[in-house]
């Protein structure tokens, strides 16, 4: 049996009843099934904006490059990120738009010893560890999925030390796609063989989650506070949690 509680976040959350070990549901608010664990065998999980603050990849693209690329080119400031917000966009969404080498080249500037000048920034979000211990409690396969570039892939790891939670990660820039392509799901199949139909994929991004539906992959939950200081986002018609809590056994959301 299962019995169902209500929290603060509008979500139903499915806990053991009496005498019984096994938490089995998540409901949405409409009481379809936001998660059923039993048919889980996969996480497929992103690292920015999912399990990590999306604050530090803000602050840096958006306020650390543009001070150090103005510097260089004695620039206002201002001048310095309108130019680089310019070039952002003209590539958002590609491989290239995730590569720390591209921007070295493109602005002559060392992306990763930039991104160590603030790793200060980098942290995992609330809940999250609780979240991996649970479910390698409950004999899930954990694999972090990321467009990543392999030198930022490094340095969050080593920061956050999430990487003991993990049985693997697979970096989009070693497949030669990003998440946003269909294709990069069947080259993902190739390292990491998995069934579309027990796999859930958490990511903070709409574009990827479009093509991780596309593709068949069942569960799918979008983030809706990738960065904690800024607004949520709206959920365009994924499941969605604002964190990690949300998909914790009672026991434990309660903490």
């Given at each position: 049996?299962?019995?169902?509680?209500?929290?603060?976040?509008?979500?139903?959350?499915g806990i053991p009843a009496a005498g019984s070990c096994d938490f089995k549901l998540i409901m949405a608010n409409n009481f379809k099934?936001?998660?059923?664990?039993?048919?889980?065998?996969?996480?497929?999980?992103?690292?920015?904006?999912?399990?990590?603050?999306?604050?530090?990849?803000?602050?840096?693209?958006l306020e650390h490059v543009p001070r150090r690329y103005a510097e260089m080119h004695d620039l206002p400031p201002e001048a310095a990120r309108e130019q680089l917000l310019a070039r952002y966009q003209r590539i958002e969404g590609t491989l290239e738009w995730?590569?720390?080498?591209?921007?070295s080249r493109e602005l002559g500037l060392d992306i990763a010893v930039l991104k160590a000048e603030v790793e200060h920034l980098i942290s995992v979000h609330p809940?999250?560890?609780?979240?991996?211990?649970a479910m390698r409690a409950q004999g899930k396969r954990i694999v972090l999925v990321t467009n990543?570039?392999?030198?930022?892939?490094?340095?969050?790891?080593?920061?956050?030390?999430?990487?003991?939670?993990?049985?693997?990660?697979v970096c989009a820039h070693d497949l030669g796609l990003p998440k946003e392509m269909p294709q990069f799901w069947e080259k993902l199949q190739e390292v990491e063989p998995f069934d579309p139909q027990r796999t859930l994929f958490v990511d903070d991004?709409?574009?990827?989650l479009a093509s991780a539906s596309a593709y068949g992959i069942r569960w799918l939950l979008r983030v809706l506070k990738p960065d904690t200081r800024a607004p949520?986002?709206?959920?365009?018609?994924?499941?969605?949690?604002?964190?990690?809590?949300?998909?914790?056994?009672?026991?434990?959301?309660l903490r």
């Open positions: 049996m299962i019995a169902y509680i209500g929290n603060d976040s509008g979500v139903i959350i099934p936001l998660v059923d664990w039993n048919q889980i065998e996969l996480l497929l999980l992103d690292m920015d904006g999912t399990l990590l603050d999306l604050h530090f990849d803000n602050h840096f693209w995730y590569c720390v080498d591209h921007w809940h999250v560890v609780d979240f991996l211990q990543a570039h392999q030198k930022s892939l490094e340095l969050k790891l080593q920061r956050t030390r999430l990487g003991g939670y993990l049985d693997a990660a991004s709409p574009s990827v949520a986002r709206d959920a365009d018609g994924f499941p969605a949690i604002h964190d990690f809590s949300e998909l914790l056994p009672l026991g434990k959301h």
